[in-house]
C-alpha cells in the first residue's frame, strides 16, 4: 500500500499490475487514453468507497472470491470478517438501494448453496441481521417503490432461508419475529413482495418441493406454526422490540385474514375451539395495543374473527366477564364499529341447559350487575340492552329486577344509564298483552317521574316505587317474585320457574349467576322495605326464601361461593326469624315521620327537601310456620350448607332473646324439642362452635330440660349431650329457678346423676366429667331457688 501511494504513475502501475489489481479490458482503455492501467482497491476496501459503482463493482470481485475461496469462505475467522457479513454490513449501513439490493441478492444465492444448517451459530446471527435490515428498508423512504420492492422481495427470501437454517425450538425467541417479518408482507400493495412473503411463509412451514403457492395456503401455513410461534405477538423481545412493534402492526391484517378464513373453514369442533381460542387471545390483545388506531378495512377484519369465535365464547358462558373486560373498554369508534356488534352477536348465541336460546338481555344485565364490572363497562352493556328492549319485548321482564338493582349504584352515570332503561321498559311493559307485566309498568313510571331523587340515588325510591305498584295491583308481589326466580337462575323463560323449586337449566350455573343474586337481594330487601302489608313475608318466603334454601341443602354450594350469593342466602335465612316490617301506621295510626332531607341545589349551593315516610316497626309472624321448623332443623343437621348461613341463623336468629321470647317459646312442645335435639346433636359433632351460642341463648323451660334429661321419653342422652345439659342449667339457673316446674328438673337431674354414679359399670373420665357438671348444675340452681319457695329446696336437699 505504501508503495502504490509513493510511487510514480508507471512505477504505480506495474506495482498494480503485479498485484493482480488491474484487469486486461481496463489496461487497453487507459493505454489508449494515455493514462497508463486503472488501479482497483482490494474488494473488502473498495466496499467502503464513497463512490456507487466503486462498491457495486467491489461486491462482483467479492463474489468472484468467494467462488475462489469455495467453502472457506463461510468459515469464521476471529481476525477477518466473513463474506456473508461483510454483505450483510453492507445491506445494513449503505446509503445506496442499488447496493444493498446488489447485497441481499448475493447474500440469498450464499444462503442457498453454501450456508449449512449445522453451521447454526452463524444462521442464526445472520437471521437477526436480515430481520434488522428487513425493518430497515421497510422504513426507508428515500427510494422509488419499484426499487424498494425489490430489495424487499430479496430480504424476505434470505430471511425464510435464514429461518429454515435454524433449531426453532432452540431459538424460538428469534423464530417469533421471523414469522410475524415475513407474514407482514403478506397483504402488501406491491405483487412482487407479496408473492416472495407467501413463498417465505412456506419454505419456513416445511412445505414440500412442487407444493402449490397460494396466498390462502400461506396464510393457513402461518397459523400452522407452533403455538408458541402464534403467540408470539405477546412476546416483545427486548433486542428487536423497536422494530418489532413495526412488523407486528404490518402483520395485524394478514394475521386478521387468516384467522377469519381458519374460522370460516370446516373442521371438527375441538380444532375449531383450539383456533378461537388463538383468535381470540389474539384480538384482545389487538383491541388492547391498537385499537384507537385500526383502519377502517382493519377493524371489518377484527370484527369478521371475534364473530368468527362468537359460538365458542357463547358456548362458555362462564368466561363472558374475562372475555368481554378489554372488548368493553376500547374507545367510542372501535366499540360502535366492533365491540357492540360482537357482543350483541354472542348474546344472541348463548343457550340454556336444555338448547333454548336466551335472551341477550339476560345477558347483558348479568354482566353488568357484577361487582368486578367497571362502571364504563356497566353503562356500555346497559346501553346495549336498552338497545335491544324493542327487539325482545316478550322478554323484557327479564330486565325488570336488575334494571331496579341498578338504580342503588353508587355512580351517578350508571343511574342516568339505567334510568333510561326503566323508561324504554315502562313502555313496553304498559304496552303488552300480559295485564301482570303491564301492572309493573308502575314501577317504571314512579321512578322516571321522580327522575331527580333516581340520579341523585335515593334510598327509599325503590321501595316506595314497590309499594305503590303492589297498592294498586295484588299480582305485582306474585309476578316480582317469580321474576327475581329467573333473575338468580339466569333462566330466560316465564315458564321456567315456579313456586316449588329454584330452576337449575338456566344459562349459568346456579353459583355463577353472580350478579343475578346481587339484584334478586337489592329488590328482595326493598320489599321488606316496602311493608308486610304489600308484600309478605310469608309470601315472599314461599316463592323465593324456601325454595332457594331447599335448593342449597339438595346441592352443595359450599364451595366457591361468591360474596353476592352469601349476601342472597343471608337475606333468606333471615326470613326464618318470622320477624315482619311493618309500617307504624299499620299498627296505631301515628302520624306520618318528617324526613329531612338535603342535596346539591340549583345554584351549586345545598337545597333542604321535606318528605313525608312512614316510620317503620316489626312484629312477628303467628303462628311459626312449621316449614321454616323445618328449614331451620334441616340447616343445622346438613353438612353442605355454606358456613355463612349456619352463621346467621344462629347468631342473628336463634341467638337472638326477640325470638326466643315472641317464636321459641310459643313453638308447639314437639318443634321447640326438634330445635333443641339438633343443637346439642350439632354441639358434639363439627359445628360446636356455630350451635352452642344458640343453644345456650333459648329460653328453655324446666319441663323440656327435664324431657331431654328423661330416658324414658327419649333415647338415652349421650355424656357430651349430658354435659351440655347441665352447663345450661347452671347458666340459666336464675331464671330457671322462678320456673313452676324447677322441682321436677331438680328431681330429674338428680336422678341422671344417680344412674352415672349408682348404675354405671365402672367411671371413666367422660363419667366423671359429666356427674362432675350435672352436681355443678344442682348446686347452681339450688342456690338460685328463692327462700320462699321452700318445698323444693327441702326436696331437693333431701334427695
Same mark, same amino acid.
Given at each position: 500500500?505504501?508503495?502504490?501511494?509513493? #510511487?510514480?504513475?508507471?512505477?504505480?502501475?506495474?506495482?498494480?499490475?503485479?498485484?493482480?489489481?488491474?484487469?486486461?479490458?481496463?489496461?487497453?482503455? @487507459?493505454?489508449?487514453?494515455?493514462?497508463?492501467?486503472?488501479?482497483?482497491?482490494?474488494?473488502?476496501?473498495?466496499?467502503?468507497?464513497?463512490?456507487?459503482?466503486?462498491?457495486?463493482?467491489?461486491?462482483?470481485?467479492?463474489?468472484?472470491?468467494?467462488?475462489?475461496?469455495?467453502?472457506?469462505?463461510?468459515?469464521?475467522?476471529?481476525?477477518?470478517?466473513?463474506?456473508?457479513?461483510?454483505?450483510?454490513?453492507?445491506?445494513?449501513?449503505?446509503?445506496?438501494?442499488?447496493?444493498?439490493?446488489?447485497?441481499?441478492?448475493?447474500?440469498?444465492?450464499?444462503?442457498?448453496?453454501?450456508?449449512?444448517?449445522?453451521?447454526?451459530?452463524?444462521?442464526?446471527?445472520?437471521?437477526?441481521?436480515?430481520?434488522?435490515?428487513?425493518?430497515?428498508?421497510?422504513?426507508?423512504?428515500?427510494?422509488?417503490?419499484?426499487?424498494?420492492?425489490?430489495?424487499?422481495?430479496?430480504?424476505?427470501?434470505?430471511?425464510?432461508?435464514?429461518?429454515?437454517?435454524?433449531?426453532?425450538?432452540?431459538?424460538?425467541?428469534?423464530?417469533?419475529?421471523?414469522?410475524?417479518?415475513?407474514?407482514?408482507?403478506?397483504?402488501?400493495?406491491?405483487?412482487?413482495?407479496?408473492?416472495?412473503?407467501?413463498?417465505?411463509?412456506?419454505?419456513?412451514?416445511?412445505?414440500?418441493?412442487?407444493?402449490?403457492?397460494? =396466498?390462502?395456503?400461506?396464510?393457513?401455513?402461518?397459523?400452522?406454526?407452533?403455538?408458541?410461534?402464534?403467540?408470539?405477538?405477546?412476546?416483545?423481545?427486548? =433486542?428487536?422490540?423497536?422494530?418489532?412493534?413495526?412488523?407486528?402492526?404490518?402483520?395485524?391484517?394478514?394475521?386478521?385474514?387468516?384467522?377469519?378464513?381458519?374460522?370460516?373453514?370446516?373442521?371438527?369442533?375441538?380444532?375449531? @375451539?383450539?383456533?378461537?381460542?388463538?383468535?381470540?387471545?389474539?384480538?384482545?390483545?389487538?383491541?388492547?395495543?391498537?385499537?384507537?388506531?385500526?383502519?377502517?378495512?382493519?377493524?371489518?377484519?377484527?370484527?369478521?374473527?371475534?364473530?368468527?369465535?362468537?359460538?365458542?365464547?357463547?358456548?362458555?358462558?362462564?368466561?363472558?366477564?374475562?372475555?368481554?373486560?378489554?372488548?368493553?373498554?376500547?374507545?367510542?369508534?372501535?366499540?360502535?364499529?366492533?365491540? #357492540?356488534?360482537?357482543?350483541?352477536?354472542?348474546?344472541?348465541?348463548?343457550?340454556?341447559?336444555?338448547?333454548?336460546?336466551?335472551?341477550?338481555?339476560?345477558?347483558?344485565?348479568?354482566?353488568?350487575?357484577?361487582?368486578?364490572?367497571?362502571?364504563?363497562?356497566?353503562?356500555?352493556?346497559?346501553?346495549?340492552?336498552?338497545?335491544?328492549?324493542?327487539?325482545?319485548?316478550?322478554?323484557?321482564?327479564?330486565?325488570?329486577?336488575?334494571?331496579?338493582?341498578?338504580?342503588?349504584?353508587?355512580?351517578?352515570?350508571?343511574?342516568?344509564?339505567?334510568?333510561?332503561?326503566?323508561?324504554?321498559?315502562?313502555?313496553?311493559?304498559?304496552?303488552?298483552?300480559?295485564?301482570?307485566?303491564?301492572?309493573?309498568?308502575?314501577?317504571?313510571?314512579?321512578?322516571?317521574?321522580?327522575?331527580?331523587?333516581?340520579?341523585?340515588?335515593?334510598?327509599?325510591?325503590?321501595?316506595?316505587?314497590?309499594?305503590?305498584?303492589?297498592?294498586?295491583?295484588?299480582?305485582?308481589?306474585?309476578?316480582?317474585?317469580?321474576?327475581?326466580?329467573?333473575?338468580?337462575?339466569?333462566?330466560?323463560?316465564?315458564?321456567?320457574?315456579?313456586?316449588?323449586?329454584?330452576?337449575?337449566?338456566?344459562?349459568?350455573?346456579?353459583?355463577?349467576?353472580?350478579?343475578?343474586?346481587?339484584?334478586?337481594?337489592?329488590?328482595?330487601?326493598?320489599?321488606?322495605?316496602?311493608?308486610?302489608?304489600?308484600?309478605?313475608?310469608?309470601?315472599?318466603?314461599?316463592?323465593?326464601?324456601?325454595?332457594?334454601?331447599?335448593?342449597?341443602?339438595?346441592?352443595?354450594?359450599?364451595?366457591?361461593?361468591?360474596?353476592?350469593?352469601?349476601?342472597?342466602?343471608?337475606?333468606?335465612?333471615?326470613?326464618?326469624?318470622?320477624?315482619?316490617?311493618?309500617?307504624?301506621?299499620?299498627?296505631?295510626?301515628?302520624?306520618?315521620?318528617?324526613?329531612?332531607?338535603?342535596?346539591?341545589?340549583?345554584?351549586?349551593?345545598?337545597?333542604?327537601?321535606?318528605?313525608?315516610?312512614?316510620?317503620?316497626?316489626?312484629?312477628?309472624?303467628?303462628?311459626?310456620?312449621?316449614?321454616?321448623?323445618?328449614?331451620?332443623?334441616?340447616?343445622?343437621?346438613?353438612?353442605?350448607?355454606?358456613?355463612?348461613?349456619?352463621?346467621?341463623?344462629?347468631?342473628?336468629?336463634?341467638?337472638?332473646?326477640?325470638?326466643?321470647?315472641?317464636?321459641?317459646?310459643?313453638?308447639?312442645?314437639?318443634?321447640?324439642?326438634?330445635?333443641?335435639?339438633?343443637?346439642?346433636?350439632?354441639?358434639?359433632?363439627?359445628?360446636?362452635?356455630?350451635?352452642?351460642?344458640?343453644?345456650?341463648?333459648?329460653?328453655?323451660?324446666?319441663?323440656?330440660?327435664?324431657?331431654?334429661? @328423661?330416658?324414658?321419653?327419649?333415647?338415652?342422652?349421650?355424656?357430651?349431650?349430658?354435659?351440655?345439659?347441665? =352447663?345450661?342449667?347452671?347458666?340459666?339457673?336464675?331464671?330457671?329457678?322462678?320456673?313452676?316446674?324447677?322441682?321436677?328438673?331438680?328431681?330429674?337431674?338428680? @336422678?341422671?346423676?344417680?344412674?352415672?354414679?349408682?348404675?354405671?359399670?365402672?367411671?371413666?373420665?367422660?363419667?366423671?366429667?359429666?356427674?362432675?357438671?350435672?352436681?355443678?348444675?344442682?348446686?347452681?340452681?339450688?342456690?338460685?331457688?328463692?327462700?320462699?319457695?321452700?318445698?323444693?329446696?327441702?326436696?331437693?336437699?333431701?334427695?
Amino acid at each position: 500500500t505504501q508503495g502504490l501511494l509513493r #510511487s510514480k504513475r508507471q512505477a504505480r502501475s506495474q506495482i498494480a499490475s503485479f498485484l493482480g489489481l488491474t484487469t486486461d479490458s481496463e489496461d487497453k482503455a @487507459d493505454a489508449n487514453n494515455g493514462n497508463g492501467p486503472k488501479l482497483l482497491l482490494p474488494p473488502r476496501v473498495a466496499l467502503e468507497h464513497t463512490d456507487v459503482e466503486i462498491r457495486l463493482e467491489a461486491i462482483d470481485r467479492l463474489v468472484a472470491e468467494q467462488q475462489d475461496d469455495g467453502d472457506d469462505a463461510m468459515d469464521v475467522d476471529e481476525e477477518e470478517e466473513t463474506i456473508p457479513q461483510i454483505l450483510m454490513r453492507r445491506v445494513l449501513s449503505d446509503e445506496d438501494i442499488q447496493v444493498a439490493t446488489k447485497a441481499s441478492k448475493i447474500l440469498c444465492d450464499i444462503m442457498d448453496k453454501k450456508l449449512k444448517p449445522k453451521n447454526t451459530t452463524m444462521s442464526s446471527a445472520l437471521a437477526k441481521d436480515g430481520l434488522f435490515a428487513l425493518y430497515r428498508w421497510t422504513e426507508w423512504s428515500r427510494a422509488d417503490p419499484k426499487s424498494k420492492a425489490t430489495i424487499l422481495s430479496q430480504l424476505l427470501h434470505f430471511v425464510a432461508l435464514s429461518a429454515t437454517k435454524i433449531n426453532h425450538k432452540d431459538h424460538l425467541e428469534l423464530v417469533v419475529p421471523l414469522v410475524e417479518a415475513i407474514g407482514a408482507f403478506l397483504l402488501h400493495s406491491d405483487a412482487d413482495v407479496a408473492q416472495a412473503a407467501t413463498k417465505g411463509i412456506f419454505q419456513m412451514s416445511g412445505a414440500k418441493k412442487g407444493s402449490k403457492v397460494t =396466498d390462502k395456503g400461506a396464510r393457513h401455513a402461518l397459523l400452522a406454526q407452533d403455538s408458541q410461534v402464534l403467540h408470539g405477538f405477546s412476546r416483545p423481545n427486548q =433486542d428487536i422490540a423497536k422494530m418489532g412493534q413495526v412488523l407486528r402492526r404490518r402483520l395485524l391484517p394478514s394475521l386478521l385474514k387468516a384467522y377469519a378464513e381458519a374460522l370460516s373453514a370446516r373442521s371438527k369442533k375441538s380444532e375449531i @375451539d383450539e383456533k378461537s381460542k388463538s383468535s381470540m387471545s389474539y384480538c384482545l390483545w389487538v383491541l388492547t395495543e391498537h385499537g384507537s388506531n385500526l383502519s377502517s378495512e382493519e377493524r371489518g377484519l377484527l370484527l369478521d374473527v371475534l364473530n368468527g369465535t362468537a359460538a365458542f365464547v357463547a358456548s362458555n358462558p362462564q368466561q363472558l366477564s374475562s372475555t368481554f373486560e378489554s372488548v368493553l373498554e376500547v374507545d367510542e369508534t372501535i366499540f360502535a364499529e366492533v365491540a #357492540s356488534p360482537f357482543v350483541l352477536n354472542v348474546c344472541k348465541m348463548i343457550k340454556d341447559k336444555n338448547g333454548a336460546n336466551v335472551a341477550s338481555l339476560s345477558v347483558l344485565l348479568e354482566l353488568a350487575l357484577r361487582p368486578t364490572t367497571s362502571n364504563k363497562s356497566i353503562e356500555r352493556l346497559v346501553a346495549l340492552a336498552k338497545q335491544t328492549v324493542p327487539s325482545e319485548s316478550a322478554s323484557c321482564y327479564l330486565a325488570l329486577i336488575p334494571a331496579l338493582a341498578l338504580m342503588v349504584n353508587s355512580e351517578t352515570d350508571v343511574r342516568k344509564e339505567a334510568l333510561g332503561l326503566i323508561s324504554v321498559l315502562e313502555k313496553e311493559l304498559a304496552e303488552s298483552k300480559e295485564q301482570e307485566w303491564s301492572d309493573l309498568a308502575l314501577i317504571c313510571k314512579h321512578i322516571t317521574e321522580n327522575d331527580s331523587s333516581a340520579i341523585m340515588g335515593s334510598p327509599s325510591l325503590l321501595s316506595q316505587s314497590l309499594r305503590l305498584a303492589a297498592s294498586n295491583s295484588s299480582r305485582v308481589q306474585h309476578v316480582l317474585l317469580h321474576a327475581i326466580i329467573c333473575c338468580m337462575s339466569c333462566c330466560s323463560s316465564n315458564e321456567s320457574s315456579d313456586s316449588k323449586s329454584i330452576p337449575t337449566h338456566g344459562w349459568l350455573d346456579f353459583k355463577d349467576a353472580i350478579g343475578g343474586h346481587f339484584a334478586s337481594t337489592t329488590v328482595l330487601v326493598g320489599m321488606q322495605e316496602a311493608g308486610e302489608d304489600v308484600f309478605p313475608l310469608l309470601g315472599r318466603w314461599s316463592i323465593v326464601g324456601q325454595p332457594l334454601l331447599q335448593f342449597v341443602l339438595q346441592h352443595d354450594v359450599s364451595s366457591n361461593t361468591s360474596p353476592t350469593l352469601l349476601a342472597l342466602l343471608e337475606h333468606v335465612t333471615l326470613m326464618l326469624k318470622g320477624q315482619k316490617v311493618m309500617k307504624t301506621s299499620e299498627r296505631n295510626n301515628l302520624n306520618p315521620t318528617v324526613i329531612i332531607m338535603s342535596g346539591p341545589g340549583g345554584s351549586g349551593g345545598r337545597k333542604r327537601s321535606y318528605s313525608f315516610g312512614k316510620s317503620t316497626a316489626s312484629d312477628f309472624l303467628s303462628p311459626f310456620p312449621k316449614g321454616m321448623v323445618d328449614m331451620i332443623v334441616s340447616i343445622l343437621s346438613t353438612d353442605n350448607v355454606p358456613r355463612q348461613v349456619r352463621n346467621a341463623l344462629s347468631e342473628h336468629i336463634l341467638s337472638s332473646t326477640s325470638w326466643g321470647s315472641n317464636i321459641f317459646s310459643k313453638l308447639e312442645k314437639k318443634e321447640s324439642e326438634r330445635i333443641i335435639s339438633t343443637l346439642l346433636h350439632a354441639m358434639t359433632q363439627d359445628l360446636a362452635d356455630v350451635a352452642e351460642a344458640a343453644f345456650f341463648a333459648l329460653p328453655i323451660a324446666c319441663k323440656e330440660i327435664g324431657h331431654l334429661l @328423661d330416658k324414658k321419653s327419649t333415647s338415652d342422652p349421650s355424656l357430651a349431650s349430658l354435659t351440655y345439659i347441665a =352447663d345450661y342449667i347452671g347458666t340459666n339457673a336464675q331464671r330457671l329457678s322462678t320456673d313452676s316446674n324447677v322441682g321436677d328438673l331438680l328431681s330429674t337431674t338428680f @336422678d341422671k346423676f344417680l344412674d352415672l354414679t349408682i348404675k354405671a359399670s365402672e367411671v371413666d373420665e367422660g363419667t366423671e366429667f359429666a356427674r362432675t357438671s350435672i352436681l355443678d348444675a344442682l348446686k347452681a340452681i339450688l342456690d338460685a331457688v328463692p327462700p320462699e319457695r321452700g318445698e323444693n329446696r327441702d326436696s331437693a336437699f333431701n334427695r
